[in-house]
């Protein structure tokens, strides 16, 4: 087929199972190694909690064994179980990745696609550079849907999805790795696209909580994509050029706009999987300038949590209206909650132990939570709530009589333009793994055969 006469989705599919590792550049592939090093750690430091155990309740239900191991567990169940439970313990913590695009969050990808991959690899080895290459080309194939079907503002306010999509980035990781054909990815893709979960971010209960414990929905997208798979290996048909046309996956997945050429313009030449991001608190991404302000200010200070008499945030409306529940009743509403974040970062508590039991009772935590108020700032608030949709902030500290003024954060750290580096994304690695039990050797050992993948002859097992 001729590249004038292949749809969109044949392009894509073509795209995913042809690409090699060698026509995935260096920094890329580096990238992806440390993306895949964070994902796994973000699920063992969340294996001890009750979030973790509750989903890990829930699959056992659906799948009681299986070949497939799931991420910080002593536990396997089927692929679809299996993906659907390791993506939920990598965002138990909202730790997880992002992808973002001058600044603007557009989903949490390792979540999903990693999830998908590693249940590719059914309890057995997979060679490392071929796990690097399906990671690399699902995340690329993901950003690239995400970005082709950004809705107007309007429809954003009436609609939207955070991760739903990432159903599709998990078919092309899974389908890659268990050798589907480009014909066979196509008809993968389109089984996806139909199975992904609604684009429910407006009922996630922001007037009445406790909020949704699925969050972003990284896992059921991660399932949803291991299933389509395993549909087109069994030879069933799903929908057809998915991503064309007015009827497209776009309109599905409730948006009413779409770039195509976003989607598959310069494939394999231009690589939107540059801008993946790392998160360096386990919180809501919206939230992390207000944490990163407050943090700086209160470090240089010398301030002890007692001398707090009051913290202002400066922000917009829907952070003041959606982020200030200052007694949050469980971790993924402690997640959401500004005081408590300030709080925690107040009272000095590991970032990968926010959500323990202690933390959540911590008074230190609870007092500080208590003296945070919010300020709408009109220009923070342009920048949040219109289009360009991305975190922004700044937070005040009143303490013994004076002010002290954290800086204005435009960006959070992590993303392509404040990038973190290796040793910082080893060091989180490694206080995640600890916080899961995980003892100095085993860690070390851990991180040395992932972050040596792409090497001829290295191989990767769960």
């Known amino acids: 087929m001729t590249a004038a006469a292949a749809t969109l989705t044949d392009r894509i599919a073509a795209f995913a199972a042809e690409t090699r ?25 969340a294996a ?29 169940a089927g692929p ?7 993506a939920g313990l990598i965002n138990v913590l909202d730790f997880d990745d992002g992808f973002e695009v001058a600044g603007k969050g557009l989903g949490h990808p390792g979540a999903s696609i990693v999830a998908a991959a590693l249940a590719a690899t059914a309890g057995g080895s997979v060679d490392g550079r071929d796990l690097l290459t399906a990671l690399a080309v699902a995340f690329e194939v993901n950003g690239r849907v995400i970005l082709s079907i950004q809705p107007s503002p309007e429809r954003h306010r009436q609609v939207y999805g955070v991760c739903q999509h990432q159903a599709i980035g998990a078919a092309v990781a899974y389908g890659r790795l268990s050798g589907l054909s480009a014909a066979d990815l196509a008809n993968a893709i389109g089984f996806a696209a139909s199975l992904a979960p609604l684009p429910s971010l407006r009922k996630y209960n922001w007037e009445k909580r406790p909020l949704v414990s699925f969050k972003d929905y990284v896992a059921p997208a991660a399932e949803a994509g291991v ?19 007015e009827t497209g996956f776009w309109r599905m997945i409730g948006s009413d706009r779409f770039d195509g050429a976003v989607l598959a313009q310069d494939l394999g030449r231009v690589w939107w999987a540059r801008n993946l991001s790392l998160k360096t608190y386990p919180a809501c991404r919206w939230i992390h300038t207000a944490l990163e302000s ?39 509403d402690a997640q959401f909650s500004l005081p408590f974040c300030l709080g925690a970062i107040a009272a000095g508590h ?39 949709r991305r975190p922004a902030g700044r937070v005040t500290i009143r303490a013994g009589g004076r002010t002290l003024e954290g800086p204005f954060l435009a960006l959070p750290r992590g993303t392509p333009e404040r990038a973190v580096d290796r040793a910082e994304v080893i060091s989180k690695f490694t206080d995640n793994a600890t ?28």
């Open 294 to 332: 407050f943090e700086i200010a209160f470090r240089e200070s010398g301030l002890d949590a007692a001398a707090i008499e009051r913290i202002t945030v400066h922000t917009s409306a829907g952070l003041a209206r959606d982020f200030l529940d200052a007694a949050p009743a469980t971790m993924v």
């Open 435 to 462: 916080a899961g039990g995980w003892t100095v050797d085993c860690i070390e050992r851990l991180a040395g055969s992932i972050l040596s993948l792409g090497a001829p002859g290295v191989r990767f097992s769960v």
């Open 21 to 45: 590792f060698e026509d995935i550049p260096d920094d890329l592939i580096e990238r992806v190694r440390l993306h895949l090093l964070d994902a796994i750690g973000c699920a063992l430091a």
């Open 80 to 86: 679809g179980a299996a993906a659907f439970a390791s």
């Open 350 to 388: 590991p970032k990968a132990r926010w959500y323990d039991p202690a933390v959540m009772a911590d008074p230190t935590v609870a007092a500080v939570a208590e003296k945070v108020t919010a300020e709408v700032d009109p220009e923070i608030d342009r920048v949040m709530s219109g289009p360009e």
């Open 227 to 245: 299933r389509a798979v395993q549909h087109a290996h069994a030879g069933l048909i799903g929908p057809v050029d998915v991503f064309d046309g």
């Open 48 to 76: 001890p909690t009750d979030l973790a155990r509750r989903l890990l309740t829930a699959t056992a239900a659906e799948s009681p064994a299986g070949p497939c191991p799931i991420l910080g567990s002593d536990r396997t």
